[in-house]
């Protein structure tokens, strides 16, 4: 049993929010796994590559010269691709939903995997998606599932958005995290699912606070 806590969760439940706190107090390392999805896209986009193109894209995601560097507090994470900053571009919901239709591919998804298993370095690691429980870590140490209303994760994500100067509807918005998690735990190859082990937490009443607290006291390190 590995030193990795994953946390995995539908679109808006706070899951990256929450992972930055607990991998800051921990001292341990963090992976945003939605981050590579939505990196892929970013790049699809650009270059006018269809999310069905399963050549290029695993091809892509075998070359990704990505980085990610986290705050000196540990408050935000940037994400670099090919030298650039992207940290706010890729949040955009355009890319949300692109990342998700490339997700469905079983071959590129694999093609990530290897990359996802190496952000595993000691003392440790917080590990948020949607599989990281079940298919990237499934020998992790702790799991957690999140949750919240439809309504409340809309809410959070139009919040987050706007922190970042994205401006959205927020009934658009609503609708479009919805389709998204309908296609994440739709699919076949790794859906948005609880693993077994994973302990679930429905955070619609909770704070950030209390969620990272309900966290930390779940483990016992
Ligand atoms: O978490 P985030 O909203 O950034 O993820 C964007 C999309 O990437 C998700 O809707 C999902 O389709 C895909 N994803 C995935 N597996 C993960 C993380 C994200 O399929 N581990």
Redesign the pocket.
């Known amino acids: 049993m590995t030193n990795i806590i994953t946390i ?1 969760g ?3 439940v706070g ?2 929010t929450v992972s930055l706190k607990i991998a800051k107090h921990l001292g341990w390392n963090i992976l ?7 990196i892929l ?1 970013l790049i699809a986009k650009r270059n006018q590559i269809s999310v069905k193109d399963e050549n290029q894209l695993v091809k892509l995601a075998n070359e990704l010269d990505i980085e990610f560097i986290p705050s000196d507090d540990l408050s935000k994470l940037q994400i670099i691709y090919a030298k650039q900053d992207i940290t706010s571009e ?2 955009n919901e355009i ?3 692109m ?6 591919n079983a071959k590129i ?1 694999t093609a990530l995997l290897a990359r ?1 298993r190496a952000f595993y370095i000691l003392p440790g690691l917080v ?6 429980g079940t ?2 870590f499934p020998e992790a140490k702790y799991k957690f599932f999140l949750t919240a209303s439809c309504e409340e994760r809309a809410l959070r994500r139009y919040k987050q958005l706007i922190n970042i100067g994205i401006y959205v509807r927020l009934s658009e918005l609503a609708l479009e ?1 919805a389709n ?2 309908k ?2 735990s739709m ?1 076949t190859t ?1 859906p ?1 699912v609880a693993a077994p082990d994973a302990i679930t937490i429905d955070t619609t009443e909770l704070s950030i606070e209390e969620v990272v607290e309900q966290i930390l006291n779940k483990m016992v390190l």
């Not at 945003?32 to 939505?38: F, V």
């Not at 590990?127 to 990281?132: K, L």
Request: charged letters at 35%; glycine letters at 12%; zero cysteines.
């Open positions: 995995d539908p679109s808006g899951k990256g945003d796994s939605g981050a590579l999805y939505r896209a890729i949040r890319y949300g939903s990342a998700s239709q490339i997700a469905v998804r996802q590990a948020d998606g949607r599989d990281m298919v990237v995290i998204r998690d296609r994440d699919r790794a948005l």
